[in-house]
């Protein structure tokens, strides 16, 4: 089947696709990874914090405390409705990243060409197919233009096989073997295009009969979930030890067992640190979705934890720090250089018809790439009505690009079937090779190539011959090409990617331009954004002759790398890695995988990028815009920092809570803490630390500093002294007002009460001194977080109720106090950061952080 003008595909109606995948489902095969509610109940009771409320409460039931133990249990309860309302909200922020990611598919419905993600391709729809694509769904293809695809996937055998359009009379087809018309769903096409229509999606493709699902692979736990995990597990162990102890100690001295594990479960809650686990995955998840909302889809978490580290950003040129949307500015035909402005103010001059209508016949029919769309927008202007325009001439073949002739070309018949002539097109050494060129003639050309491409320009040269043998010869060098001159195109930087250069170099990175473009082209566009080295560039045939010692030492005094081809992009990488740097790529095409793979982190094009290339990157961006890329870096600094604040909060609070619930029983003093405060404490604490903190703006200098070393741990000793003290002047604090409450005839649930209040009012005060360890609380307060309004007043409203609901009070084993010591208790809480504000000021004084 020859291949229609596209035109004339009309394809499904959006009726009819709603329709169909209404009835017939996603275009997906159901994700094994989904934890059902039941699932996360599950999670909950085998946690240690959720044995230990268990415990208590039936400790109280064999007291006798009923109330006690109700209450308890109805904190179970509480925690289990939290934990899945927080596991639902990241199984949703994941699922959209899931949607976003899904394989991408180019169909034809009521006539418009759109891309939707492939889980939303329905049977009947009409796919068109090019190199660097995944197959989508099973189909028949219509027409077959030398399309090969990889079908290792479901056959095992690495070698590509060609396809052929359908045709009647074709046996059925199984995955494997030539000449077949048939595409599966995950596949990958490797040459060629093609037109199919899709027959099967979801379970039913062939994928999804064998079971194989496409999925990235698992990776093992991060640097800094092991880091974490092993501190947990530190603090687990002393805790358990400390918990041991404190029930024989208690149960020695005051001669009550049941009291004693009461203690050591208290204990045992006030030191079990199980907020960390749920910090490091709310704060990469949620992280990721906010990354997303910057047009940057993460598919590999762990790549969030490297965008902080990453000192080098190597990026394309086209479409990424440029607009990607390529216009005709001049042409050079008969030794004359002719301007173009394709809103009409300069159209085609008469000596550049002919070059002109020979660009456009060289371009494919129905273009996708950007400076063929543009040489077609000459048909809108005047030029479109001369005769140089041949709607009615058939294409007869298409001679492609080839790695060692970047040029194509295009044979076309009459239809009077008398003429035939050929198109050309390709980069202009290629252009002088077809037209066998001497020296001189390209030298002389050469400098005209120069002009255009200081200019900014990209230059293409053009190229015509005649045929009148019946047969086609086997490649474009048989025939005898004459030279009609070049085309100029120009694409235009985006107008943020100048400050987003600065930003980068404020925050410490360098940036890298890797194109296949010409040198002078590169240098000026790199002139307009602002990019340090731009008077001189590394070309792939300089690099070819280079060995990799060479390449190394080389590549630090470059920051432009002209006319590489993707192969190269690999030696650039590692030279880069090698030399120390943490390196974020971006790229978009098949050969690009390897590189993508080997960068730190690979960022892969989601406009113009081929599947391949997202499945091996570590990033997608989904706007193909450098600005995007920097955003990303600085929310990626933004989360680890404020992972950092969440885990200092969480440290500082749980050593007053520990001390308070350890102190006493070593004093043989009264208890304070009761599993019920604890558990009042742990659901201020739990929010705080992962949704208040998560939501916390970038420290003002967070791209102004240079990049965290890949190696920094989370805790430096520094960080967990600062915590650690924090901690400790809070428990100072609160145990001078314990102290004080006995010394003045308090009972023991009137001392609890003021203790209590001190160590609430002080959770708060940790909470809002750790927002920022450079900021005072003075200016963070002007800082809105919504998450942190919520928690501050369902706290204060809580504590409250506890204190003047009669009911309440007792089963919190409260007393009444009178209205100004709690004043002077929640003052004391307060005041217990004061000393850490004043190091904040100190340190800003003195030029250091803290």
Sequence with gaps: MTFPDIDSVSGLSAREAAERLRTDGYNEIADSRHTSTFQIIVGVIREPMFILLVASGLIYFFLGDISEGLMLLSFVVLVIGITVYQERKTERALEALRNLSSPRALVIRDHEQMRIPGREVVCGDMLILAEGDRVPADGILLYSNNIMVDESLLTGESVPVRKTAWREGLPPARPGGNGQPVVYSGTLVVQGQGLAEVRATGSRTEMGRIGVVLRSLERGDTRLKIEITGIVRTIAVAGLLLCVTIVVVYGLTRHDWLGGFLAG?????????????????????????????????????????????????????????????????????????????????????????????????????????????????????????????????????????????????????????????????????????????????????????????????????????????????????????????????????????????????????????????????????ARQIGLAGADRCLTGAEMEVMSSEELHRQITGFTIFARVVPEQKLHIIDALKANGDVVAMTGDGVNDAPALKSADIGIAMGGRGTDVAREASSLVLLDDNFTSIVSAVRLGRRIYDNIRKAMAYVISVHVPIAGMSLVP?????????????????????????????????????????????????????????????????????????????????????????????????????????????????????????????????????????????????????FGPVPLPDLVMCAAAGGASVTWFEIYKLWNRKNGTTA
């Design 265 to 525: 479960i208290t204990l045992a809650m006030a030191i079990l640190p199980e907020e960390f686990p749920v910090v490091l995955t709310v704060f990469l998840a949620l992280g990721a979705w906010r990354i997303s909302k910057k047009n940057v889809l993460t598919r590999q978490v762990p790549a969030i934890e490297t965008l902080g580290s990453a000192t080098v950003l190597c990026v394309d040129k086209t479409g990424t720090l440029t607009e990607n949307r390529m216009a005709v500015r001049c042409f050079f035909a008969g030794g004359e250089l002719c301007r173009h402005d394709e809103r009409g103010k300069n159209p085609v001059p008469e000596t550049c018809h002919e070059l002109a209508e020979y660009a456009i016949l060289a371009c494919k029919k129905d273009p996708f790439d950007p400076m063929e769309r543009a040489l077609f927008r000459l048909k809108e202007g005047d030029f479109g009505s001369t005769e140089h325009i041949h709607a009615n001439w058939i294409l007869v073949q298409e001679y492609a690009l080839k790695p060692d002739l970047l040029a194509m070309s295009n044979v076309w018949r009459s239809p009077d079937g008398n003429d035939y002539i050929i198109a050309a097109k390709g980069a202009p050494e290629a252009i002088f090779d077809l037209c066998h060129f001497d020296t001189a003639q390209a030298e002389a050309l050469n400098t005209q190539i120069d002009i255009m491409a200081a200019d900014g320009l990209r230059v293409l040269g053009v190229a015509k011959a005649s045929f009148t043998r019946a047969r086609l010869p086997g490649e474009q060098h048989d025939f005898t090409f004459t030279f009609l001159g070049l085309v100029g195109f120009a694409d235009p930087v985006r107008p943020q990617v100048k400050d987003a250069i600065s930003i980068c170099y404020s925050a410490g990175i360098r940036v890298i331009m890797i194109t296949g473009d010409y040198p002078l082209t590169a240098m000026n566009i």
């Design 665 to 813: 029983v070593i004093l043989n003093m009264p208890l304070i803490l009761l599993p019920v405060h604890i558990v009042f404490l742990e659901l201020i604490i739990d929010p705080a630390c992962s949704i208040v903190f998560e939501s916390e703006k970038e420290e003002a200098d967070v791209m102004h500093r240079p990049p965290r070393r890949v190696d920094e741990r989370l805790f430096t000793k520094r960080s967990i002294l600062l915590s650690i003290l924090q901690g400790t002047v809070v428990l100072m604090v609160v145990m001078g007002v314990y102290f004080m409450a006995l010394a003045r005839g308090f009972g023991e649930p009137e001392t609890r009460t003021l203790a209590f209040t001190a160590i609430v009012f002080a959770n708060l005060s940790l909470i809002l001194t750790n927002r920022s360890w450079q900021e005072t609380i003075t200016s963070t307060i002007r800082t809105p977080n919504r998450a942190l309004v919520w928690v501050f007043s369902l706290t204060l409203v809580c504590l409250a109720l506890v204190l003047f609901v009669p009911a309440l009070r007792e089963l919190f084993r």
